[in-house]
């Protein structure tokens, strides 16, 4: 009756996720409510109210937290999350750790999806991988000689803000001319309003390319087209074995990544080409709840 | 009189260098040959003469060769050498193991470069940094968490071919637009050339920018804002704390180097740009010869 659970909180502005897992990364039990405004004292009384129900009185094993924001890592504090004034410098493994009794690891949610996929996912058996969410954004995660690299201010793997259109679209960042102007879920919206073919979002833009509707995959080869861009100067700058794409990657399918591999191959040079694979995150659409789970520290 | 040495070859397809240094990393002597034509055997005779002659009959307590081509480290084994045929699959680490009777290591020029600045120039007391090779073309090395990141099939850091203008000037790579299309020496050479303003090549550009020529000034800010796509576009990606820039950037001093700080700041968020130094090398022009030193397996 009372076999070892981990804890795994997903933690964005929208919705934060609480689930508990075996310790070999089976989920067992899933709650989800919507992210509170306002200070966060009241998200975490929610979140250590769910745990403790999913846990039935027991002391979990670990705790994992995949934030949607900038955090520390190592002093365990969220810096903030977008979209969620109030959340500044949170230190929530503290506060977690003294509710349940646990270790906690946070980590920001790009690189814990990295992490999760490099573990449980398509990434299992490579030692340099690539992970971009392909959401309402596009965020990375860098696995390098086999672990997570954070870079200086643990901001590293910010692939969607590099500019592959200088002076192009503007993007939510301030730039212009980004990544995440063209390929992420918003860009998609934005480009589909543009084309006025009655299709207002990338899960509708797969539906209809899968339907077999041309206009929506020639729609589909133009977002590859960009994404390829972003990706080649990944592979020029990091030389990684597969590139593992998220969320409207693992809705289209090859629908999005045959066009993509084509056009990614077109821009490198025979030697990168070699053994690249790039691949739909292994996890699928659960992979936010796998992602916490994958940051806990066992 | 048998103070240990160390032997550094800084092999390249126009010229060869033959060094001596103190196990502390102080040049001794140095020898210099026009690269031979040909198959890979007399120019490694060659090395092995000057080698020995500088060494006085010693055995060398280790050996570092920079390779200004794709090669296997692991191995030991230079792969290809550009503009020089004849040079494939040579197992250099052997052949000069076999000769003097001690360790080789080989690393290609970019990543040895980057290894001796985070050792002995401006990289030091860094954990991640970005080094650019600004010469002929433009070749990155990256230490990444305190060591040298070299990719899945040793190609990592080939940041001179992120396309920075789609479409853009053709490259020697053969692709359009990358970043060495614009801010390389010959990239340079040819810009010159179009401006017709009586300057040839980047040392005479720079020449005349320190004496005050307001073209000349222009020109290297136009060049420091192509610069500075490449370098913001690592930064997203790799989050580090230092950019170290060779050659073209030691010559140039802040003629370069400030309107490219400036330009850097411009594109990055502000978290990205705590810290951030952006650094000629500490190594100065002399830079190639202790890359072959710092790679000796000491």
């Known amino acids: 009756v009372s076999d070892p659970r981990v804890l795994g909180i997903d933690l964005g502005g929208t919705k934060i996720a609480v689930c508990t ?11 989800q409510f919507q992210t509170l405004r306002g200070p966060p004292e009241g998200n975490l009384a929610r979140i250590v109210e769910l745990g403790r129900e999913l846990l039935a009185g027991m002391a979990p094993l670990a705790i994992g937290v995949s934030g949607g924001g900038p955090l520390d890592p190592r002093r365990g504090v969220i810096i903030s999350i977008p979209n969620l004034p109030g959340w500044e410098e949170v230190p929530i493994a503290e506060r977690l750790r003294d509710a349940f009794g646990a270790p906690v690891g946070i980590e920001n949610d790009a690189n814990a999806c990295a992490i999760a996929e490099h573990r449980l996912g398509a990434g299992r058996g490579s ?4 992970f971009l969410t392909l959401s309402t954004g596009i965020g990375g995660g860098l696995i390098l000689d086999g672990k997570i690299y954070r870079g200086h201010r643990f901001l590293a793997g910010e692939a969607g803000h590099q500019v592959i259109v200088p002076g192009g679209n503007p993007c939510g960042c ?13 860009a998609i919206a934005r480009m589909l ?20 509707d041309p206009r929506a995959r020639r729609s589909l080869e133009d977002i590859a087209r960009f994404l390829a861009m972003g990706i080649a100067n990944l592979v020029y700058i ?11 990657a693992v809705a289209a399918g090859d629908l999005l990544l045959a066009p993509l591999r084509c056009e990614v191959d077109r821009l490198l040079w025979p030697a990168f080409r070699r053994d690249l694979k790039i691949l739909p995150a292994g996890l699928g659409l659960e992979l936010g709840d796998y992602a916490a789970f994958a940051v806990a520290p066992m």
Not at 21 to 31: A, C, H, N, S, V
Not at 193 to 212: F, Q
């Open 174 to 186: 301030g730039n212009r001319g980004c990544l995440e102007a063209y390929a992420s879920g918003t």
């Open 193 to 212: 309003s543009e084309r006025n073919e009655g299709i207002a979002t990338a899960k509708e833009l797969v539906d209809r390319a899968r339907s077999g």
């Open 127 to 130: 030692k340099d991988m690539v």
């Open 21 to 31: 897992f075996t310790p070999d990364g089976r989920r067992l039990d899933r709650r």
């Open 238 to 248: 990091l030389d990684p074995e597969r590139i593992i794409l998220g969320t409207i």
